[in-house]
């Protein structure tokens, strides 16, 4: 089952629309204590600020309940800001901490490298991960101000947006996207899917 955690944010209904686009059932949840280790993936989408979706996860119970739920070897699958708050904190939201999956800081686009802040739109990926390849020089759709630096290990794909940042992440059974899947039309559909097929779901 394809569980979308509920928290009071945007966009989940079009993450939820997009699993039934490709023909697969999902619910949105905020009971995460039956979570299947074996047979569900957990999706953490994301739209709004670090610190204020850090707030909903621990005021809902949720925070540890992700974490161990991973840590313990679930599927997961982040996207945008649910990217972002796998790692310690965000410059967006100081004195926040976030999951703490990764060490590293989620920092802001610098104004003198970059065209306009946020960037909105179109982008392409570079993919550093075989299974993935297909997806290489691909475009997708793109709406933030903070990144994730370049990583050295745990890359998916990065992308240049007048500096180079990681675009997703990929470690054993966690994946996440700084881009939206669910708004990337038929190559983000066919990104989902592939995901899935990762994931033997």
């Known amino acids: 089952m394809i569980r979308i955690i509920n928290y009071d944010a945007g966009n989940i209904l079009n993450v939820n629309r997009a699993f039934h686009q490709i023909g697969v059932e999902s619910i949105i949840t905020s009971d995460l204590d039956d979570l299947d280790i074996e047979k569900d993936l957990l999706v953490l989408p ?5 610190g204020a979706t850090m707030e ?4 809902l119970g949720l925070t540890a309940k992700i974490t161990d ?3 313990n070897g679930g599927k997961f699958l982040g996207i945008c800001l649910g990217l972002q708050l796998l790692f310690s904190s965000s410059e967006e939201s100081p004195g926040i901490k976030g999951l703490s999956l990764f060490p590293e800081d989620v920092v802001k686009f610098p104004k003198d490298k970059c065209a306009t802040i946020p960037q909105i739109g179109w982008n392409t990926l ?31 794909s990065s992308t240049e947006y007048g500096i180079e940042f990681t675009s997703a992440i990929i470690k054993d059974n966690l994946i996440a996207t700084q881009f ?4 990337s039309g038929e190559v983000g559909l066919s990104f989902l899917k592939k995901v899935l097929e990762y994931y033997k779901i």
């Open 46 to 50: 994301g739209v709004g600020s670090f």
């Open 56 to 59: 909903s996860l621990n005021n």
């Open 69 to 71: 739920y991973i840590n």
């Open 126 to 156: 570079q993919i550093e991960n075989d299974f993935f390849k297909e997806f290489n020089d691909k475009f997708f759709y793109f709406v933030h101000s903070f990144y994730v630096p370049k990583l050295q290990v745990n890359t998916l």
């Open 180 to 183: 939206h899947p669910e708004k």
